[in-house]
Nanobody, 127 residues
């Protein structure tokens, strides 16, 4: 069983930056690839970014490429999402999720691949 807790959301002005954290319980964190997802009001949940078990592989949605950076610290059981140049359309509840995998390079942004989810943290980008 893996528990995920997101933090770091809040209100930020357009063009600003924020870093989200996803803290995991348990001692098997390094067996999981991690994905960040978001859901805006009235929209479906979408994949934002993902990172493989070791952190060697990452992927980003086109809408955030060049602005967001995902990283992980397996010693701290934590994954981060650094978000720069934020836009109003980035406003959403952000979730992290875990994908148990034996493939070191696997990195998925598909909701159906995720076995565990956090409860989310709200990001609002507004002036």
């Amino acid at each position: 069983q893996l528990q995920l807790v997101e933090s770091g959301g809040g209100l930020v002005q357009p063009g600003g930056s924020l870093r989200l954290s996803c803290a995991a319980s348990g001692n098997t964190f390094s067996y999981y690839a991690i994905g960040w997802f978001r859901q805006a009001p009235g929209k479906e949940r979408e994949g934002v970014s993902c990172i493989s078990r070791s952190g060697a592989s990452t992927n980003y949605a086109d809408s955030v490429k060049g602005r967001f950076t995902i990283s992980r610290d397996n010693a701290k059981n934590t994954v981060y999402l650094q978000m720069n140049s934020l836009k109003p359309e980035d406003t959403a509840v952000y979730y992290c999720a875990a994908d148990l995998t034996f493939v070191q390079s696997r990195c998925s942004m598909r909701t159906n691949d995720m076995g565990y989810w956090g409860k989310g943290t709200l990001l609002t980008v507004s002036s």
